[in-house]
């Protein structure tokens, strides 16, 4: 019998489904944006970002890709916020923000230009004299949210389970 001749049954939309990860890392008041080469985002400021591989937490990438970008290593604080981007070709993207604290000194900041050709940390003012051109609203919005005294983050606190809280 085919999916056809079960009565009630609708065949299941086809999505490609991916997971992205970034850090808003916090520093002296002022939030790390790299600025990429290429793709949809060349010539953006945005977070330090980038696609979650299958053997890694979001958290885990978030770390990575600031490290592999930037040279910088950073602690996740916690989870500012999570969005969904629906790509043209229909892909559902989830990427998480995690705000971060920095570890290295900045001494040690050194863009990777095979993929971003500046990074720097940014305060709002600054954030807020980018243009459109220059960057995402979207991108904007979260690095000022989180540089918000009061602004809420879920913990990621390192006694958590590795496994997501399920037991094997």
């Avoid at 890392?25 to 985002?41: A, F, I, K, P």
């Avoid at 053997?55 to 602690?75: I, K, M, Q, S, Y």
């Avoid at 629906?86 to 604290?101: I, P």
């Amino acid at each position: 019998m085919s999916q056809s001749d079960v009565p009630n049954e609708r065949p299941r939309p086809k999505r490609p489904l991916s997971i992205g990860a970034g850090a808003l890392v916090v520093h002296d008041q002022r939030v790390l944006l790299v600025r990429s080469t290429y793709g949809v985002t060349k010539g953006r400021y945005l977070l330090p970002a980038g696609r979650v591989n299958s053997d890694e937490l979001p958290d885990l990438a978030a770390v990575r890709e600031t490290f592999e970008e930037t040279g910088l290593r950073v602690e996740i604080e916690g989870l500012m916020g999570v969005r969904l981007w629906v790509m043209d070709d229909g892909e559902h993207n989830y990427f998480f923000m995690f705000r971060a604290r920095l570890l290295s000194p900045l001494s040690e900041l050194r863009p990777d230009t095979r993929e971003i050709d500046d990074a720097r940390f940014f305060s709002k003012e600054d954030m807020q004299n980018l243009s459109m051109d220059e960057t995402w609203a979207g991108a904007i919005a979260v690095a000022i949210k989180a540089l918000e005294p009061d602004a809420s983050i879920w913990p990621n606190y390192s006694d958590l389970s590795s496994d997501s809280g399920v037991d094997t």
